[in-house]
């Protein structure tokens, strides 16, 4: 626990926002999996004035959506009529992301920007241990967009996503899943 406290005294970055758009050449629909209640207005992002969340010292934040990539069978929704525009971003970009901070203190928030491509996209234990838990919230919470996916993929993938797992929390989380899909009767 002190390793998460002094994380919370020394912040490093205040109103952080993130705003990802996505290639609609690539990808036919997708959605931000948490974060509800965090979500801000498009035209809020670049003001300042209007407050986000803080990161602290030796913490991360991770962001992850549930995309349909174009010609999915997967695809829940239907084709807008007038959605479909032609690919202008550079060849092999899926989306664009944009951060915006502010430095402790500070009242003017800097910009930082990247595409995003198939080189750039995370494959690691973080990542996977992050889809695992998103998955278990989404068991709890509303399992409709899992299809077939239920507890076994998820405890399995949280459980060979454990990597150093210094503090154990990892292990606790899998255990938990575990408890959870026992108390499950659906």
């Known amino acids: 626990m002190n390793d998460q406290l002094t994380g919370a005294l020394f912040p490093i970055a205040n109103d952080v926002k993130i705003q990802v758009e996505f290639n609609p050449a690539k990808i036919s629909e997708y959605r931000l999996i948490g974060y509800e209640t965090r979500a801000l207005k498009r035209e809020d992002f670049n003001n300042d004035k209007v407050d986000a969340g803080d990161i602290g010292a030796g913490h991360q934040v991770t962001a992850l959506y549930e995309v349909t990539p174009v010609g999915s069978p997967a695809r829940l929704t239907s084709p807008l009529r007038y959605g479909n525009r032609q690919d202008t971003m550079t060849p092999g970009e899926i989306g664009f992301v944009a951060l915006r901070y502010k430095q402790p203190g500070s009242t003017q928030s800097q910009r930082v920007e990247t595409p995003i491509t198939q080189d ?55 255990t938990l899943m575990r408890l959870a899909q026992s108390l499950n009767t659906k």
């Open 120 to 174: 750039n996209i995370g494959d690691d234990d973080d990542l996977r241990f992050a889809a695992a838990i998103a998955g278990f919230g989404q068991l709890l919470r509303d399992p409709r967009y899992l299809g077939n996916w239920g507890w076994n993929a998820a405890i399995d993938l949280a459980d060979n996503a454990r990597g150093a797992d210094q503090f154990g929390y990892r292990a606790a989380a899998v």
